[in-house]
């Protein structure tokens, strides 16, 4: 093969083939992949089922922490538990510009491998297309999950109310500010914090099933998902400056760019809106997983004035805490 990606490799012919058959199915090969046709045929017992799609077009390809292919999987299986799903199914469809290196596609697809295992979940079909060179950046992939809603899990936005406790499972911005120190060259020891959260998830979920609304703080941050949920449930959410977690990498990333912490993204962590009888065992659960080591109650419901968010300072006062304007840092996904 050569060492580079021709358009050859998406026409459909021998050079299609020979992409599928020395680094795509060495990597994700199983008995439904294997079949080779248009689609796919499940084995779906529940009759709730969760489907969600995503596409990842970050830059810089390769990061601290990991790479395209890792978050692919990652994203798309965490949008599958915060549905309240155990993931089960993926597709994952890829557009390549001409010239890329087959040793950097390689690499992708193992870290891909290497992340779905981990979530236990089977890429069972996918697509490839080859561009001419210029007409994409290196890579851009499309994953589409499928998994299936836990038994007595009915996750919805609109199920938030007055009393609830706000949790994060741990440390705020860790993967926007591991992008942006190496786009700028920053040395720092920061690594994204892009991981598969479905094993978490599925713990507290089998403790707590009354949990009314998981978020991943993805694009937009905290921030973002808190003013999602506070305009949904017509609620209050105040929260504890005191009680972010927050590396000091991250802030010393903020302080020099001048980013605000709330607004950066985040792909290994999820909030969780917990009535206050469930608080405690929550708390436990996230502590003892080794994603969930940094969680914190970070705030609470409140009815004093609906849809806003708000934010308490370590002088007492509360600032408002605004649905960000649009992306602040491009590409983080």
Do not use: W
Not at 252 to 279: M, T
């Amino acid at each position: 093969m050569s060492n580079k990606i021709t358009l050859a490799h998406g026409a459909g012919g021998q050079m299609s083939r020979q992409l599928l058959d020395e680094i795509i199915l060495p990597a994700f090969g199983n008995s439904t992949l294997n079949v080779l046709h248009d689609g796919a045929i499940l084995n779906l017992q529940s009759p709730n089922l969760a489907f969600t799609t995503d596409s990842y077009v970050i830059r810089p390809l390769f990061f601290k922490g990991g790479d395209i292919g890792k978050l692919s999987i990652c994203g798309t299986v965490n949008d599958l538990a915060m549905s309240g799903a155990v993931p089960k199914f993926l597709s994952v469809g890829m557009i390549i510009e001409e010239g890329f290196l087959i040793d950097d596609l390689r690499q992708i697809v193992q870290s891909m491998k290497v992340a779905a295992d981990e979530a236990n979940i089977k890429i069972v079909t996918g697509d490839t297309k080859v561009v001419s060179k210029g007409q994409c950046d290196g890579i851009f992939i499309n994953t589409a999950g499928i998994g299936q809603v836990i038994e007595g899990v009915n996750i919805n936005p609109h199920n938030v109310k007055v009393g609830m406790k706000v949790l994060i499972s741990g440390t705020i911005g860790d993967h926007a500010a591991s992008i942006l120190a190496s786009r700028h060259n920053l040395e720092l020891n920061l690594n994204s914090d892009c991981a598969p959260l479905s094993e978490i998830v599925a713990e507290v979920l089998k403790t707590a099933p009354n949990i009314p609304t998981l978020r991943d703080p993805t694009r937009g941050g905290v921030a973002a998902v808190l003013n999602e949920i506070a305009e949904a449930s017509n609620v209050e959410i105040i929260i504890d400056e005191a009680s972010l977690p927050i590396r000091k990498e991250v802030r010393g990333v903020c302080d020099i760019l001048g980013f605000d912490v709330l607004e950066l993204a985040n792909e290994g962590k999820f909030i969780a809106f917990v009535p206050e009888s469930e608080v405690d065992e929550v708390l436990k659960i996230m502590k003892s997983h080794r994603y969930g080591s940094d969680a914190a109650i970070i705030g609470e419901v409140t009815k004093n004035i609906k849809g806003r968010v708000g934010l308490r300072t370590s002088i007492g006062s509360v600032r408002v805490v605004d649905m960000p304007l649009g992306a602040i840092v491009p590409r983080i996904c």
